[in-house]
């Protein structure tokens, strides 16, 4: 079903909150509940749905586990908007949205304004392995105050084994859905992890986005590791557009603690592999593995950003210590989103 009988409200219409096209992001999430409008219809607005929700600081699951679940008022997901904000919003990123709804330009800065935080030394190793890690980009005084909200949020103990595996309605596997926090959202803000993105994307208009956060327990023979294990987050349809993810450590992870995992290097040989794989075969069902996968150690406040054409996934944790972890990233409005997903 297209999008073309459907009657939607425009983009430019106001609300109460004094955010464009929230009603019409509102109004899809409706028609898709209902049938009336394909899950994959309207793709070219995905970037400012998620641009939408990044400006009003809410995670994506979230947003849609409420759109599917609730009455359909929208004064109610206005109303949601400000609880889980705590009325709180920001009126400049706000303001900065509306202007590009309404005239749809981005406001992208001189490369000459940007601070490079990046030596030369890591653009190289960035060029040949895709991936690069900026070392404390957060204070272990901050990390240490987030493992703290992730563990009051689930109720846990940092230091007490017995807590680790108790089941919580907002633990998915090693994911936890705790999005709006004073501590999560401080991270955010790490001016090193701005500056690491915005070299990389040779501008300065990026949106943070508002992820999870990560609690990933040593394994035990009651339960194991849940995954994800590698995998790639975006359409591997040729050629894979720029773009970036992010993963910051909030406790030092060893080697064995379940660390970070991904394929050095495979966005210089993504292209070339999937040309040659035999026809109709599935590049997700091949053996990742088998690519070269290395896990990534590094210490409490270290961020580690990587080329999103890099297969990558976390590990099993055989060590005796928790791995704490929050997902942070950056991206302009117009990154580009390829059409089909494969």
Known sequence: MEAGPVNLVESAEPCSLGVLH??????????????????????????????????????????????FESPGEFKEFEHWILTVNKAGLNRDKIEEFNNYILNRNTTRQKA?????????????????????????????????????????????KSEDPSTWYHPHPSRQG??????QDPALERNRQSPSIRAAYEQLWQRTDLWVNTDRAGFNPPETERWK???????????????IPFGLQGILYLSDTAANQGPFTLVPGFQNQIEIWIKNLPPNMNPRNEDIYALGAIPIAANAGDFIIWHHALPHGSSPNTSSLPRFVQYINLEPLDAVVSENWI
């Open 112 to 156: 000459g304004k940007r601070k490079n935080i990046l030596t030369e030394e890591d653009m190289d190793f960035w060029n040949a392995h895709g991936y690069v890690i900026i070392r404390n980009a957060v204070s272990k005084e901050d990390c240490e105050i987030a493992i703290e909200a992730i563990c009051d949020f689930m109720d846990i």
């Open 225 to 239: 590791f849940p995954g994800p294990r590698l995998h790639w987050d975006v359409s591997l349809e040729l050629p």
């Open 174 to 179: 090693i994911m936890v859905q705790l999005f």
């Open 22 to 67: 929230l009603k019409r992001f509102w109004e899809k999430g409706l028609l898709k509940r209902s049938g009336k409008l394909e899950p994959g219809a309207l793709k070219d607005e995905w970037k400012i749905d998620t641009t939408l929700l990044a400006v009003l600081g809410l995670g994506l699951e979230q947003t849609l586990r409420y759109q």
